[in-house]
Each structure stands twice: as C-alpha cells, then as structure tokens.
C-alpha cells in the first residue's frame, strides 16, 4: 500500500504545496490582518487543494490506464482503495496544521479565531467527504462521470458560502461575538465529535468504495 501511495504522493504533494504557497504570499503581502472573509476562503481553499490534487491524480491515471495496469498486478481492490483514503487523509490533516499554524502570524479579533479553527476543522471533514465520494463515482461510474461531479461539486462549493454570507448572516441580527463563545464553551466537545464523525463516515465512504471497485472489475 506504501508503494501505491508514493506512486499517487507527487501530485497532492504538488496541489497542496502551490495552494499554501498562494496562500501565505497573499495573507502576508495583502491582508496582514485576520479577517471573516479570510477564516471563509481558508476553509474554501482547503477543500479546493485536496480536490483539486485528487482530480490531478484521476486524470493522469486515466490517460495511462493505471487502474487497467494495476489489475494485471497481485494487488487487491483494497488495497488501491486504502491508498487512496490514506492519502487523502494525510494530506488533510497536513493542510489543516498549516492553517492552524498560519493563525498565529495574523492579528485580529479573538472571535474569529474560535470560529475559524472549528470552520477550518468542519471544512478538512466536508472535504474528505466529499473526496471519497469522488473516488465511488470513479470506480463506479468512471472518470467522466467524475469530471461531471468534480465541476458541479466545485462550483457549488466555491459560491454557496459566499452567498449564504452576504444574503443571510450579514442580514441577521446576530451578535458574532456572543456565537463564538458559545462555540468555546463547546470546545471540548467539538474537537472530540466533529473529527470522530468525520472519520466514522469517511471509513463508511472507504467500504463502499471498495465494493464499487470490486464491482467494476466484474
């Protein structure tokens, strides 16, 4: 399985690099300061490098028919779908200690602080969500029906929080302040159900994508 992620490592490697790379280069030379729209994008560009390194990935191993290759191989249907898991997984949880990081550079409110690491935190979970289900419908269905998705997923991704932003919270008589701090009261609780929920359904996700790809070889 190690062979098989290292084979895969290269471009989330590349993705990720590039996205934090942007990233730091613009927080430093532009904003300089924490701000709501910040701690938004942060989590949008989470979800957007790790996709977007997945589909990378998808394409290349559909121009040189990797998955036709691996089948000629002793390897199981689980193991190339554990691989793939796995390194979703790690690139995550490497990109949310980037973010987590980065916070410490940047002045701003103590609110946004609080929201931020749990927005950052139920992004890296929506994320690899989404990106297993990504890997069904590859399996499943191939990777046209994935460059379908892909697109779709992406651009509602992109502008649904922003429209939920500008139309509903910004129009609502809510006190920001007094959310975060009912958001620190959970802390605890947070930090032990949001990650164990998420990996509960992202392992969930992985079995099923096994069997799609169990299925598809016939």
């Not at 924490?34 to 949008?44: D, E, I, K, T, W």
């Not at 500008?166 to 032990?192: P, Y």
Request: with cysteine.
């Amino acid at each position: 399985m190690l062979r098989l992620m290292k084979k895969n490592a290269i471009y989330f490697i590349q993705n990720s690099i590039a996205i934090m790379t942007l990233m730091t280069l613009y927080w430093f030379l532009v904003r300089k300061e924490l701000s709501g729209a910040m701690v938004m994008f942060q989590g949008l560009w989470l979800i957007l490098a790790l996709e977007g390194a997945l589909a990378v990935n998808e394409k290349i191993e559909e121009k040189s028919e990797g998955y036709k290759f691996l089948r000629c191989l002793p390897i199981k249907d689980r193991e190339v779908v554990l691989s793939k898991f796995a390194l979703v997984m790690l690139t995550t949880a490497i990109l949310v200690a980037y973010n987590y990081i980065i916070y410490l550079f940047f002045p701003g409110p103590v609110y946004l602080y609080t929201i931020g690491r749990v927005f950052v935190l139920m992004s890296a979970i929506f994320a690899i969500v989404l990106a297993a289900i990504s890997y069904i419908i590859i399996f499943r269905f191939g990777h046209a029906a994935f460059v379908k998705f892909v697109w779709t997923a992406m651009i509602f991704t992109m502008v649904s929080p922003i429209l939920i932003f500008e139309f509903v919270i910004l129009k609502m008589d809510t006190d920001i302040n007094q959310i975060a701090e009912i958001i620190s009261r959970l802390n605890g609780l947070i930090w032990i159900v949001l990650p164990l929920s998420g990996l509960a359904l992202f392992y969930s996700l992985s079995l099923m994508a096994t069997r799609a790809k169990e299925a598809a070889r016939g």
